[in-house]
């Protein structure tokens, strides 16, 4: 059996490794099982950098969902992840006048409590890279995808290399995906291309001691204006000692933080030749009233060296197709970063797809097939990709609802609209953030995975 994940970004290796640890033991040991990476970026393929799909500032945080996924794949894994970030209690929500507005808590109670994990993007990514051995990833740059032989898929090479054929070919090739194309369409033209969201993103890391030595432990600070947002907050420790069930102490010494800006601008900029200076200028003009100390210590002396307009999938009307090909992560559904889920949801559609077709798999490997059970490797993906459509869609859209919201609180307003946002904010945070949060915990995908196989396993026993 022959699995192709295009893709080394976050989405992709961790599909890599899930389906490296549950398939060996749902096929039989005469089945071989081949499992590459194809990327296009060379510096990825080689552990340089990660792929084209860095965020605001490089970093983001893995919320506790996220974290129960990783943690499920490899605790050891999980722990060294965990180790280079900055476990974070809550946000707090601001104004630019200075008003605390709510804290929305960031935390699974466990027990053991799970906080979430502020983290550089690359050291993440780098963690995934040094688990997945070089030879796995194929450094090429993928054109399209065609429908092959025998109920298989075909990639076609933009250097006009052989075509190559798979069982199941993986997109996990972010926000442009070339997978997307032969999901939703024909394969050559991308009838859902990224949709620009009107905003701009800049930021960087800094050195902790910005934030100031009385800065509370565990908090993310998140600030909404007139004219924007601005973000800040640690990223890591002096050393990587991170644990996820405890925030770390005042005393415990800081490396980095992470700042971020994000402003409306209605066409999309260039990021190849961006003018910084300018930027940077606009970036002091915004905040320049706004009454935190912190931001003017940031805007005052951070350099701005990177800008990223955010990009979004828009709905498909399908995450799969032909029974061989799939989408995961942004490739099937990129979130605004306002969301905080982007990784975490990418991980969750890794969990779900391996684990079902891990399950139906081993089903169709049955020397003694009951009616439900799928007659060959062919027909067992086929039913995976449909059951992981229906478990996750549901989940994503309602999170893209709300980042979309989040999202738009960080335009320009009017007055009126201003002070909408802040009671809005405000009521969020005296009624409903705590309790929307703790049900995203408590419906964890995983769950409705193993209660959907539990019931087909039912039904399998009574035929």
């Not at 060379?42 to 552990?47: L, N």
């Not at 049955?366 to 062919?378: E, G, K, R």
Request: with cysteine; hydrophobic share 35%; charged share 15%.
């Amino acid at each position: 059996m022959k699995i192709i994940i295009v893709g080394a970004g976050i989405s992709g290796l961790t599909t890599y490794l899930f389906l490296k640890k549950l398939l060996p033991s749902a096929l039989l040991d005469d089945v071989p099982i081949e499992l590459l990476i194809y990327e296009k970026h060379q510096a990825a393929a080689e552990k340089g950098h990660t792929s084209g799909s860095t965020t605001v500032g490089g970093a983001l945080a893995i919320v506790p969902n996220g974290l129960h996924v990783l943690r499920d794949l490899n605790e050891e894994l999980f722990e060294k992840i965990v180790a280079k970030g900055y476990s974070c209690s809550h946000f707090c929500m601001r104004n630019s006048y200075g008003c605390t507005l709510a804290r929305f808590p960031t935390v699974d109670h466990g027990p053991p409590p799970t906080y979430t994990v502020m983290i550089g993007r690359q050291e993440f990514w780098q963690c995934l890279r040094e688990a997945v051995p070089d030879e796995a990833i194929v450094h090429a740059n993928v054109l399209e995808v065609t429908c092959g032989q025998a109920q298989q898929a075909r990639l076609k090479f933009a250097d006009g290399s052989p075509d190559v054929e798979a069982d199941l070919i993986i997109g996990a090739d972010g926000v442009r995906s070339v997978v997307k194309r032969t999901v939703t369409g024909d394969g050559r033209t991308d009838h859902y291309p990224a949709t620009y969201e009107g905003l701009v993103g800049i930021g960087g890391f800094i050195s902790a001691s910005t934030l100031g030595p009385t800065y509370p432990p565990g908090q993310t600070t998140m600030t909404f204006g007139a004219h924007g947002f601005f973000g800040y907050g640690p990223c890591n420790l002096a050393s990587p000692t991170n644990r996820p069930d405890q925030i770390p102490s005042p005393e415990t010494p800081l490396h980095s933080a992470i700042w971020w800006s994000t402003y409306q601008v209605s066409t999309p900029p260039s990021i190849t030749s961006p003018d910084f200076s300018a930027i940077q200028a606009q970036l002091q003009t915004r905040h320049s009233n706004w009454k935190d100390p912190v931001i003017q210590n940031i805007v005052s002396t951070a350099t701005v060296d990177s800008i990223y307009p955010t990009w979004t999938t828009p709905p498909l009307p399908t995450w799969s197709s032909n029974g061989n090909t799939v989408l995961v992560g942004d490739a099937a559904h990129a979130l605004q970063p306002s969301s905080g889920q982007g990784a975490s949801q990418a991980l969750e559609d890794v969990q779900v797809l391996s684990l079902l077709l891990a399950h139906f798999l081993h089903k169709s490997q049955s020397p003694s097939p009951s009616p439900s059970t799928p007659q060959n490797p062919s027909q067992a993906i086929s039913l995976a990709l449909k059951n992981y459509e229906l478990i996750r869609k549901p989940r994503v859209t309602a999170i893209q609802q709300a980042s979309k919201r989040f999202g738009d609180m960080k335009r320009k307003k009017g007055v009126i609209e201003e002070w909408m946002t802040y009671f809005f904010l405000w009521l969020m945070g005296k009624w409903g953030a705590a309790g929307n949060y703790e049900k995203l915990l408590q419906e964890l995908p995983v769950y409705e995975v193993r209660k959907f196989i539990e019931a087909d396993q039912k039904v399998e026993e009574t035929e």
